[in-house]
């Protein structure tokens, strides 16, 4: 079947691109700016004169407590993890989520662009994060003194060399690639407005506003016939034909703006374009496909085809079914507006009762004196009968109190209670430990932590995924990190693809101390069953060591892997190998205090032996003494008996 053409393309995408920035430029764009004057403390436009013109600052001071917050949660070494998918896929999934924490943090801004695009969820309900692989080359300059040094550079990485006496200055363009994270500015980022999807993957069509030179255009392949009929752009705040005027942009700039002007040169030329990803089917047999265009001014200048869309979006507040969220804005205007009302009004009730209005007639008084508001200054009277009487004025400070100190509560019931934990009250509370600093600190942290969770299962867990993703498809090469006192190397190519994902954010001061104390109890009870032979049957040191390290990771210790070897690590298992032999060879000490002690053994027994062989002599010997005495005691008392028997026969026979 026949593809579609250029022109079908192009009418397909302005089509779509107009839709969306025609609701961006109606529906988002002056709310943007008026958020955004909200958080700059800008006159709001309905200050009387002569009146007060206080501001209250709760969606500024809101915004900025729930990122103080958050710059503790999201500052952690190893962000993410993977869950093992199957059996002895523990490691594996440990080195992936070890090697993308070491793409995000090292080589990028990570925790700048979290940052930026958290804000821009808390300020305008959209926070987005471009994700992509860059293998835009290092330029590097080096200065060499030997020519045989410089003979040893690949001649095919060389750009320009040049001599300067004895010195030889050379210019390398070194290949490169790189996993960028970026923060992508909410003005200059569009979706179908009727998307229902709360995935920014199931939608059907995006576009970002992109400003490119027309040399870094034809780096990226555009044709120079092409290029040449594209009109400079000299102002980022108007766009020629689609597009917006973005004042929510140009309100960025707190100093004001100036024009960008022409640039110097033609291959410096500031062209407006058009990132545009949109699921289409350019085939007659509706078999749809995902592509990215690059466009500007109706000419296609790029045409791919992608498997994703390179952005992962964030909301603090959700709304259901839609990727745009809701704002501090959203949430605190109302009360806001009431806070600010209430301080004016305070103000000025405090501005008349120290100088209060007076009724006195001119012609008895000196007027210049009635209007100067100079404390302690005279009033003069022209004759001594004048009078100057004071309108009074009835003092509303402790109403106007009493109703901010009701705002207060408001407030934390529709944005949290992130601005009230930072006052000196509950930072004194932070650090106790037991039931009551729970009973404060808990239900105060219960909305931030719901902004903090939110954000992190939208924006952070998008972006991780899909960084997974891409590093899957598209990395050249190894990745080597460090983990555990070594350094390990993995293959992404071999990498399969995953779809769960565990964020380890650092908790609110409340969730840290219940984790901490059930981890202490953990780390207890794996002790025990180890040490009472149950290694390996119900526990086993592995355990110990996640146990340890998520526990350090709670109390914010950096580097909180150096302290400890992991037990898988190759130093851990050889030492462990080791020990096991050393177990399994009787130890030279052992085996002489062994032969020591049998020796005593047999010596003891040869002596009870011997002790035992007197015992019986003596005991037989006795026995034979007795029995000798038995006989001749028997002897002597039969002959005894025998010799009385003899006389007595006689003496009868006599008779």
Not at 363 to 384: M, T, W
Not at 413 to 435: C, E, H, T, Y
Not at 499 to 505: A, I, M, T, Y
Not at 521 to 548: E, F, P, R, Y
Request: overall charge negative; aromatic content about 8%; glycine content about 6%.
């Amino acid at each position: 079947m026949a593809n579609m053409q250029e022109r079908e393309i192009l009418t397909a995408i302005y089509s779509d691109l107009e839709r969306a920035t025609d609701y961006a430029n109606t529906a988002l764009r002056e709310k943007r700016k008026k958020s955004l004057d909200r958080h700059l403390v800008r006159p709001r436009g309905d200050e009387l004169p002569g009146r007060s013109k206080l501001l209250d600052t709760s969606i500024a001071d809101t915004t900025e407590s729930i990122m103080a917050i958050l710059s503790e949660s999201w500052d952690t070494e190893n962000i993410c993890d993977f869950p093992p998918m199957s059996e002895g896929d523990e490691d594996q999934a440990d080195a992936e989520a070890r090697a993308l924490n070491t793409l995000f943090w090292q080589d990028n801004s990570g925790y700048l662009e979290l940052m930026s695009a958290a804000k821009n969820a808390l300020q305008f309900g959209s926070g987005i994060v471009k994700v992509w692989r860059d293998d835009t080359p290092y330029i590097e300059v080096r200065t060499f003194t030997d020519r045989a040094a410089l003979a040893a550079i690949p001649e095919e990485v060389l750009i320009d060399v040049e001599e300067d006496g004895d010195l030889i200055r050379a210019t390398f363009e070194l290949p490169r690639q790189r996993l960028r994270f970026k923060a992508i500015e909410p003005a200059y980022w569009y979706t179908d407005p009727n998307a229902d999807a709360s995935d920014i993957q199931e939608c059907a069509f995006i576009a970002e506003r992109v400003f490119f030179t027309r040399a870094e255009l034809a780096d990226m392949g555009v044709p120079n016939r092409k290029i040449a009929k594209l009109p400079e752009s000299t102002d980022e705040s108007v766009t020629d034909g689609v597009g917006s005027s973005n004042t929510d942009v140009t309100a960025k700039f707190i100093d004001g703006q100036s024009d960008k002007g022409n640039a110097s040169t033609y291959d410096q030329e500031r062209v407006e374009c058009y990132w545009v990803h949109k699921r289409m089917a350019r085939k007659r047999n509706l078999e749809a496909g995902n592509y990215r265009f690059l466009v500007s001014h109706r000419e296609l200048l790029l045409d791919d085809a992608v498997t994703c869309w390179p952005y992962a979006h964030g909301a603090a507040w959700l709304v259901p079914n839609r990727l745009v969220g809701l704002s501090v804005y959203d949430k605190l205007v109302m009360t806001e507006n009431m806070r600010t009302n209430a301080l004016r009004q305070m103000a000025d009730n405090m501005n008349f009762i120290n100088s209060p209005r007076v009724a006195a007639d001119p012609a008895e008084v000196h007027f210049e004196d009635l209007i100067a508001s100079a404390p302690g200054r005279p009033i003069r009277k022209k004759n001594s009968m004048a009078t100057v009487d004071v309108i009074p004025v009835m003092d509303i400070t402790s109403n106007s109190l009493s109703f901010l100190q009701y705002t207060e509560s408001l407030r934390s019931n529709q944005a949290g209670a992130s601005l009230d934990m930072q006052s000196g009250d509950a930072q004194s509370v932070k650090n106790i430990s037991g039931i009551s600093a729970e009973l404060q600190l808990g239900p105060a942290e219960q909305m931030a932590a719901m902004v903090g969770r939110n954000l992190a299962h939208t924006l952070l867990r998008g972006a991780f995924l899909l960084a997974h993703k891409i590093v899957r498809e598209e990395w050249q090469g190894e990745l080597t990190f460090y983990r555990g006192g070594e350094w390990v190397q993995t293959m992404p190519s071999e990498w399969r693809q995953r779809s769960r994902l565990s964020l380890n954010l650092a908790m609110s001061p409340g969730e840290a101390r219940r984790k901490v104390a059930a981890l202490d109890q953990v780390i207890q009870t794996l002790l025990m069953l180890i040490q009472s032979g149950a290694a390996n049957i119900t526990a086993d040191w592995n355990g110990l060591h996640k146990a340890i390290v998520d526990k350090m990771r709670l109390q914010r210790l950096d580097d909180s892997e150096g302290y400890f070897i992991d037990p898988d690590s190759q130093r851990s298992q050889e030492a462990q190998q080791n020990a096991a032999q050393a177990q399994q060879q009787p130890d030279p000490m052992a085996v002489a205090m062994l032969a020591l002690e049998q020796f005593k053994a047999q010596d003891d027994s040869q002596k009870w032996q011997e002790e035992l062989k007197h015992k019986y002599y003596d005991t037989n010997l006795d026995a034979e003494v007795e029995e000798a005495r038995i006989v001749a005691d028997g002897i002597t008392g039969a002959a005894t008996a025998n010799a009385g028997g003899a006389t007595g026969t006689t003496g009868q026979d006599q008779r």
